[in-house]
């Protein structure tokens, strides 16, 4: 991107701005993404040496950067993206393990341990509908959250009215 200070160089733009400075476009330059843009406005860098700065900063190891490790690695695999195939991040559809959303708990618990994934998809009535996903952890408290709670007592826990509780015959 240039700067435009001076009057000369294009009259409609002039009458239109009236002199100010503005922002031009180089003719080969490519159209910059979100990221750039974003970069630039929170950073301050210019537009072509966003990408290059990133990486200089990300891979010199600064204590200056103040980035922490994990911004850190978060915008290395940002940067990284450009390389990756999407196809090396594809997994098969014969391949993808889901469950229904009425799945019953004990078989839900079974899909996980056969799977060994900690997040399953959750698909309404095809695969092809996804509704949501389950983590194992959100399936470990919903279990201890059931398991804290006191039963009641009624016919299916085997309290019933008879001999035991002081009826004579």
């Known amino acids: 991107m240039s700067q435009s200070p001076t009057r000369s160089e294009s009259p409609a733009v002039d009458t239109e701005h009236r002199g100010l400075p503005m922002v031009l476009p180089d003719q080969g330059e490519l159209h910059e993404g979100w990221l750039t843009r974003v970069m630039r406005i929170l950073f301050g860098w210019k537009a072509a040496a966003t990408r290059a700065d990133l990486e200089l900063v990300l891979t010199a190891e600064q204590p200056e950067s103040g980035f922490t490790p ?42 996980f341990a056969s799977a ?5 998809v959750v698909y309404n009535d095809t695969l092809d509908d996804p509704t949501g996903m389950v983590h194992i952890r959100d399936l470990w408290a919903f279990m201890a959250a059931h398991a804290a709670i006191e039963p009641r007592p009624g016919p299916e826990s085997g309290a019933s009215p008879g001999p035991e509780s002081g009826e004579t015959e």
């Open 70 to 111: 994990a911004e850190a690695a978060m915008l290395k695999n940002i940067l990284g993206l450009r390389e990756t195939r999407i196809e090396s991040v594809m997994v098969p559809r014969a391949d993808i393990v889901a469950v229904q959303q009425d799945i019953i708990i004990g078989e839900l618990v079974k899909v």
């Open 116 to 120: 060994g994934h900690s997040r399953l």
